[in-house]
């Protein structure tokens, strides 16, 4: 079998743009939809919306490779770095603070350019004791040795393709670097696809391959942003449609050098991962719309009320009666009842039709 890196025009890529024309402009849409909303937000939301979306990020681009991270240990990881208070900080793991640092140099410093040095800090942030599970390997430097691309967990892997030579990975990731640095003419949302796929082909170390070329997908979309502010996750995308991904990756390496398929995918791919952001985006600038207008019109009320009203923001499930507001509360049926009548008489919430006694309630977002 002959592996497009084994072929003699390698790495010279190409592709059809007219079959790639109708996802951009999708892509483009979906950035400035997402962009233009998150903008208007304060800075404090816009901080949560990053946090969110790069632990997300983190915590699927590992699962990919069958690694399970602790979210709130992830988020707390995030949150200090970015100096953004949360509710609940959770003590450093020093995993998941590694693949945290990876993140934050490929986004806060996505003007800098991508070197081999960058890289190999990169590889050993995400392996500091020198160890992947039980296995003792190379960090910091390029792999020696065979090298096969594979997914699942060790034991149950599958083999997707076999990359160049371990003589060749010098001179093959200084061609990519060079590549990659270089101003060109490129579409830069087409050159992101390649530069995944091309990081992907040489597969230059030893384990981390993966989460680095989807590190590298997110240092190029920040190019793109020019914002180092992140409020999509592409790696939850993929960890959704990973069996797609591996499959359009197998196919794009045992193929020929027109990588359209391939452009096609990774397109599609990216532009779900900005629509479903800009479907959570709503709920955030409905939130944020509500307590602006609420601050403006100087209307008090209590803590408890305020954590009423941000339950049904974020999307509360089932109906709120009084008795369930007391048991999540683990207050009396009275105090419950007071904060939500204080509610309705303030016009937040009205009550549902039906019968008065165990009565639920709904918010009125146009109640300001």
């Given at each position: 079998?002959?592996?497009?890196?084994?072929?003699?025009?390698?790495?010279?890529?190409?592709?059809?743009?007219?079959?790639?024309?109708?996802?951009?402009?999708?892509?483009?849409?979906?950035?400035?939809?997402?962009?233009?909303?998150?903008?208007?937000?304060?800075?404090?939301?816009?901080?949560?919306?990053?946090?969110?979306?790069?632990?997300?990020?983190?915590?699927?681009?590992?699962?990919?490779?069958?690694?399970?991270?602790?979210?709130?240990?992830?988020?707390?990881?995030?949150?200090?770095?970015?100096?953004?208070?949360?509710?609940?900080?959770?003590?450093?793991?020093?995993?998941?603070?590694?693949?945290?640092?990876?993140?934050?140099?490929?986004?806060?410093?996505?003007?800098?350019?991508?070197?081999?040095?960058?890289?190999?800090?990169?590889?050993?942030?995400?392996?500091?004791?020198?160890?992947?599970?039980?296995?003792?390997?190379?960090?910091?430097?390029?792999?020696?040795?065979?090298?096969?691309?594979?997914?699942?967990?060790?034991?149950?892997?599958?083999?997707?393709?076999?990359?160049?030579?371990?003589?060749?990975?010098?001179?093959?990731?200084?061609?990519?670097?060079?590549?990659?640095?270089?101003?060109?003419?490129?579409?830069?949302?087409?050159?992101?696809?390649?530069?995944?796929?091309?990081?992907?082909?040489?597969?230059?170390?030893?384990?981390?391959?993966?989460?680095?070329?989807?590190?590298?997908?997110?240092?190029?979309?920040?190019?793109?942003?020019?914002?180092?502010?992140?409020?999509?996750?592409?790696?939850?995308?993929?960890?959704?449609?990973?069996?797609?991904?591996?499959?359009?990756?197998?196919?794009?390496?045992?193929?020929?050098?027109?990588?359209?398929?391939?452009?096609?995918?990774?397109?599609?791919?990216?532009?779900?991962?900005?629509?479903?952001?800009?479907?959570?985006?709503?709920?955030?600038?409905?939130?944020?719309?509500?307590?602006?207008?609420?601050?403006e019109r100087s209307i008090q009320i209590t803590e408890r009320q305020k954590e009423l009203i941000n339950r049904f923001l974020d999307g509360f499930e089932g109906k709120l009666t009084t008795e369930k507001w007391a048991k999540i509360k683990k207050i009396s049926h009275d105090s419950a009842l007071r904060d939500i009548q204080g509610l309705i008489e303030k016009g937040f919430l009205k009550q549902g039709a039906g019968r008065t006694k165990g009565a639920a309630y709904t918010l009125i977002l146009d109640g300001l």
């Open positions: 079998m002959t592996y497009i890196h084994e072929l003699g025009d390698w790495p010279d890529f190409r592709w059809r743009t007219e079959a790639l024309v109708e996802s951009l402009l999708d892509v483009r849409y979906q950035q400035g939809l997402l962009l233009g909303k998150m903008r208007s937000l304060g800075f404090p939301l816009q901080a949560q919306a990053t946090i969110s979306a790069m632990t997300e990020e983190t915590i699927k681009s590992s699962a990919i490779e069958g690694e399970i991270l602790n979210p709130e240990s992830v988020r707390s990881s995030f949150a200090r770095r970015l100096g953004v208070p949360i509710p609940k900080i959770t003590p450093p793991d020093q995993h998941a603070e590694g693949i945290v640092q990876v993140m934050m140099d490929a986004t806060e410093n996505f003007s800098k350019a991508l070197t081999e040095e960058r890289l190999f800090a990169w590889h050993a942030a995400l392996f500091p004791t020198g160890y992947s599970g039980l296995r003792k390997i190379r960090t910091g430097e390029w792999r020696e040795g065979k090298m096969e691309a594979v997914s699942g967990r060790e034991g149950n892997e599958k083999i997707h393709f076999e990359a160049p030579l371990a003589e060749r990975v010098q001179h093959e990731m200084q061609v990519f670097l060079s590549w990659f640095n270089r101003a060109d003419q490129i579409s830069p949302l087409i050159k992101t696809g390649l530069a995944h796929l091309h990081f992907l082909t040489i597969h230059p170390f030893d384990d981390g391959n993966g989460r680095i070329a989807r590190a590298i997908t997110e240092l190029t979309l920040a190019r793109i942003e020019k914002s180092a502010q992140r409020f999509y996750a592409m790696s939850s995308e993929i960890r959704d449609e990973r069996k797609e991904y591996y499959a359009i990756l197998e196919s794009t390496q045992n193929g020929e050098l027109d990588v359209t398929n391939w452009l096609t995918w990774f397109l599609k791919c990216l532009c779900l991962a900005i629509e479903r952001a800009n479907a959570l985006s709503k709920a955030v600038l409905e939130k944020d719309i509500f307590w602006r207008g609420l601050e």
